[in-house]
């Protein structure tokens, strides 16, 4: 079994900045790709941010410059630094793991809220 314990989320002001976290824990031989995505209101889960293994990332365009994604291997964590946050943000937010051999991993998801 895996685990996916998330915390960081909360309420902030726009411009302000949250960093995100995600350890995971258990059965785990090797993670592959580690990720975040969100969901707000009344809409589809998106993709947020990936991050590989060997370091490789990958953003949705409207956080390029904003968000930075990194990971601790040797923890098994993995971050998401939210700067200049905007009230489109607000949502929740759910980390993603993708195994090795095989299985992908979702947590709990947190909320975050960006006020005007």
């Known amino acids: 079994q895996v685990q996916l314990v998330e915390s960081g989320g909360g309420l902030v002001q726009a411009g302000g900045s949250l960093r995100l976290s995600c350890a995971a824990s258990?059965?785990?031989?090797?993670?592959?790709?580690m990720g975040w995505y969100r969901q707000a209101p009344g809409k589809q889960r998106e993709l947020v941010a990936t991050?590989?293994?060997?370091?490789?990332?990958n953003y949705e365009d409207s956080v390029k410059g904003r968000f930075t994604i990194s990971r601790d291997n040797a923890k098994n964590t993995v971050y998401l630094q939210m700067n200049s946050l905007k009230p489109e943000d607000t949502g929740v937010y759910y980390c993603?793991?993708?195994?090795?051999?095989?299985?992908?991993?979702w947590g709990q998801g947190t909320q975050v809220t960006v006020s005007s």
């Open positions: 993603n793991i993708k195994l090795l051999p095989g299985g992908v991993k």
């Open positions: 258990g059965n785990i031989f090797s993670i592959n790709v």
């Open positions: 991050i590989t293994s060997g370091g490789t990332t």
